[in-house]
């Protein structure tokens, strides 16, 4: 799988240049807060558009403004986790995860569902609405619901930001695993250097919106405690 973005936008007074090719594995995209962290994955999931530049998936053309391409988010076929999570409320975990699954009919889609609230250890409150569960649970569920589409990518918005120490180390764990298992290319957008530390393969610097550095998980470290 390859991601290539090289793109430009303008919000305001902001300006976001952005340059990269993404390798296989987890990419860590990391920096203060107002960077343009999050404008960067809201572009590549369709959810904002470029004013100049070009983002292709493998053979798919995402953006292209030369073209005047514009794949709309749902055809783009990318899993997204946000800090707050989208769950319907008025259904249950099972059916949250199961609404996503792409193929197959209720029973197999349901099937598929359990399988995996198991990868990410939530069988337990499958029958529990949203409302009923911890931040920590929640957010597994989501992670489940952003798998349930077979991505070709997944894209992870400071996702454990509200949570307590203990359970975003548990989470970090989690997806860490879960990147491992599935071979899903990952972008984590952090400006934690401890899940810096414990995630990335690779890192993508952040810097005023200027994104287009990556590097290495030490080299990155070492910038960090200049």
């Known amino acids: 799988m390859t991601l290539d973005v090289d793109v430009r936008a303008h919000i305001g007074e902001f300006h976001l240049d952005v340059r990269f090719a993404l390798r296989p594995g987890l990419t ?13 994955l809201r572009l590549i999931a369709g959810l904002d558009r470029p004013d100049d530049g070009r983002i292709q998936l493998d053979d798919a053309v995402f953006d292209d403004t030369s073209t005047r391409t514009c794949t709309p988010p749902h055809q783009r076929n990318i899993g997204m986790v946000f800090q707050q999570p989208y769950l319907l409320p008025h259904r249950t975990v099972l059916a949250n995860v199961a609404l996503s ?10 099937a598929r569902a359990n399988e995996l609230l198991e990868q990410v250890d939530a069988t337990a409150f499958a029958a529990r609405r949203p409302g009923q569960l911890s931040g920590g649970q929640r957010q597994r569920v989501t992670l489940a619901r952003a798998l349930a589409g077979e991505p070709r990518l997944l894209l992870l918005d400071e996702p454990f930001n509200a949570l307590d120490l203990p359970v975003r180390r548990q989470l970090r764990r989690l997806v860490r695993d879960l990147v491992d298992q599935t071979d899903v290319p990952t972008l984590f957008v952090t400006h ?5 530390a414990d995630l990335a393969d690779h890192v993508l610097l952040a810097d005023h919106g200027t994104i287009t550095t990556m ?10 405690d200049r």
């Open 28 to 40: 860590v995209v990391f920096g203060p807060s107002g960077a343009g962290k999050t404008r960067l």
């Open 101 to 110: 699954v792409r193929h197959g009919d209720r029973v197999q889609r349901r």
């Open 192 to 196: 934690d250097a401890d899940e810096l």
């Open 215 to 224: 590097t290495d998980p030490a080299t990155a470290r070492a910038q960090l």
